[in-house]
C-alpha cells in the first residue's frame, strides 16, 4: 500500500473562536520539507498536552473521503469540511480505516511511522466547526483517523510516498477496533487479541486489558 500524500499541515496554539479556549486544531499547509521528531512536524503544537500530542499521538492522519461523508451529513458546514479541518497533519485519499491496522508501518519522506491508535473524537471538532454533533458523529461511524508514533525521526515533503512496509501476523484493523469498543460485553478472546495486537499504544493496551479482567471476573 502507498499513497501521495500531497499537503503536510502544522498549527500552532490559539483561541477558539467561540469562548477563547486554547487550541491547536486550526491547522495550516507546509510549503516545504518539515522535520517530524519524536513527537511529530517541526512546529505543529497542541493545547492541552493531557490528551494530545506526545510520542504515541505524534502524527494524526485522517482520509479526506471522509470529508466527503461529513459535508453530505452536515451540509450547512459544508465550506469548512476540507482538507486539514480536523486537525490532522497528513490528508490522503485511499487509505482508511478498514485498510489501516495497528502496526502498520510506514515510511514517508525520511521518516518512519507506525500505526499505534485510532483518535478519539472530542468537543474541539465541534467547537472548531461551530455544530453539534459531528464529534458524535465521527465517533460513531469510527471515521476519526488515526495516530502514529515516530520509529525513525526525519525530513519530509509535501508530496512524498506514505508507503507500508511491515504489517503484524495477525493484524487487527482500526475498523476492527472501532466495532469492538461498540459492543457492550466483547468476546474475551476477541478483546485480548487486541488488547495483545503489537504496536498498540500502552494506554489502550491498559485499557483492553483492565475491561478483560472485569469481563473475566464478571461473567
Known amino acids: 500500500m502507498q499513497v501521495q500524500v500531497p499537503t503536510l499541515y502544522v498549527g500552532t496554539v490559539r483561541p477558539m473562536p467561540d469562548d477563547g479556549r486554547p487550541t491547536g486544531i486550526f491547522k495550516l499547509p507546509v510549503g516545504g520539507p518539515v522535520w517530524i521528531g519524536a513527537e511529530g512536524l517541526e512546529g505543529d503544537c497542541q493545547a ?4 494530545h500530542g506526545g510520542p504515541e499521538k505524534a502524527v494524526h492522519q485522517f482520509p479526506v473521503e471522509h470529508y466527503r461523508r461529513l459535508r453530505l451529513r452536515f ?7 476540507v482538507a486539514g479541518a480536523m486537525g490532522e497533519n497528513l490528508s490522503t485519499a485511499g487509505m482508511d480505516e478498514a485498510s489501516v491496522c495497528i502496526g502498520d508501518v510506514f515510511v514517508l519522506g525520511d521518516a518512519e511511522l507506525q500505526v499505534s491508535q485510532p483518535r478519539s473524537p472530542c468537543w ?20 476519526a483517523g488515526w495516530y502514529f508514533r515516530v520509529r525513525r525521526p526525519g525530513r519530509v515533503r509535501p508530496g512524498d510516498l506514505l508507503q507500508r512496509v511491515e504489517r503484524n501476523a495477525d ?19 476477541a478483546l485480548l487479541r487486541v488488547a495483545d495486537t503489537p504496536g498498540l499504544a500502552p494506554d489502550w493496551r491498559r485499557r483492553l486489558q483492565q475491561r478483560a479482567t472485569w469481563l473475566r471476573d464478571n461473567t
Open 48 to 51: 492541552d498536552r493531557r490528551v
Open 75 to 81: 451540509p450547512e458546514r459544508a465550506a469548512s469540511l
Open 124 to 143: 474541539k471538532i465541534d467547537a472548531r466547526h461551530g455544530t453539534d454533533g459531528l464529534a458524535a458523529y465521527i465517533e460513531t461511524e469510527g471515521i
Open 171 to 189: 493484524p487487527v484493523s482500526l475498523q476492527a477496533f472501532w466495532a469492538l469498543r461498540r459492543v457492550a460485553r466483547p468476546a474475551l478472546d
